[in-house]
């Protein structure tokens, strides 16, 4: 157990509509991230957040946004979803902001876009 | 951040040690090396990383080549629980946090 949790375990829904990933870091870590794992383009990093401010981006689409509250917990919300979104969805977070932290992952979501 | 090279698969035997290689020859002087596996159904998972010297922890050995253009991932005694995509990614100083995952190499571990 990584002690990062991710809300709902799978979630399946239809084109068009938008849904929201829950992510609750490890107690303490400061760094929430967000990657995308799709069969044909692997594991892709999408978003950082460090203590409520986001600190990196990466692929993350213009339909895609998160945030990071106050008490550290990270949403993931996808809007206007296409079949190609379907993918697994993790969070990880890290202590801080050093290249030496490592990330703990979280189980993912499994969304499904019918 | 620079790119590492991998061989797709390896397989090895329970019990008996694996070595596993990565080749980053373009690395920078301020490069860490991290080390990560993702277990079937499971999430990644962190397992080593180094700047420099050899490391060791619970779960493996970082064996960095002197120049640092390779490293090799030592499991001392691999158990079918070790069987997973291992995943070499180098993290520059200065650089975004995140990490990039390559396509890894998937470990089969024979019983």
């Known amino acids: 157990d990584s002690g990062v949790t991710q809300t709902p375990k799978h979630l399946i829904t239809a084109t068009g509509q938008r849904v929201t990933l829950r992510c609750s870091p490890r107690?303490?870590?400061?760094?929430v991230y967000w990657y995308q794992q799709s069969l044909d383009q692997g594991l892709q990093f999408l978003i950082q957040?460090?203590?409520?401010?986001?600190?990196a981006k990466g692929n993350i689409l213009e339909r895609f946004s998160a945030q990071q509250f106050p008490d550290l917990h990270s949403e993931l919300n996808l809007s206007s979803l296409e079949l190609g979104d379907s993918a697994l969805y993790f969070c990880?977070?890290?202590?801080?902001?050093?290249?030496?932290?490592?990330?703990?992952f979280g189980p993912g979501t499994r969304l499904t876009v019918t | 951040d620079a790119k590492t090279t991998q061989p797709n698969s390896m397989e090895s035997n329970e019990e008996e040690p694996v070595h596993l290689p990565c080749n980053h020859s373009?690395?920078?002087?301020?490069?860490?090396i991290h080390w990560y596996r993702q277990l079937p159904s499971q999430g990644p998972e962190y397992v080593i990383h180094?700047?420099?010297s050899n490391v060791n922890n619970r779960m493996a050995s970082l064996a960095i080549a002197e120049d640092r253009k390779s490293s090799t991932l030592i499991l001392h005694r691999a158990t079918l629980r070790d069987a997973a995509v291992y995943y070499c990614?180098?993290?520059?100083?200065?650089?975004?946090?995140?990490?990039?995952f390559g396509k890894g190499m998937k470990l089969t571990v024979n019983p």
């Open positions: 990614i180098l993290k520059s100083q200065g650089g975004s946090e995140k990490l990039v």
């Open positions: 990880a977070s890290s202590a801080g902001d050093s290249q030496n932290n490592e990330q703990y």
């Open positions: 107690s303490g870590d400061l760094s």
């Open positions: 180094g700047l420099t």
């Open positions: 957040y460090y203590n409520g401010e986001e600190r």
């Open positions: 373009t690395i920078s002087g301020t490069d860490y």
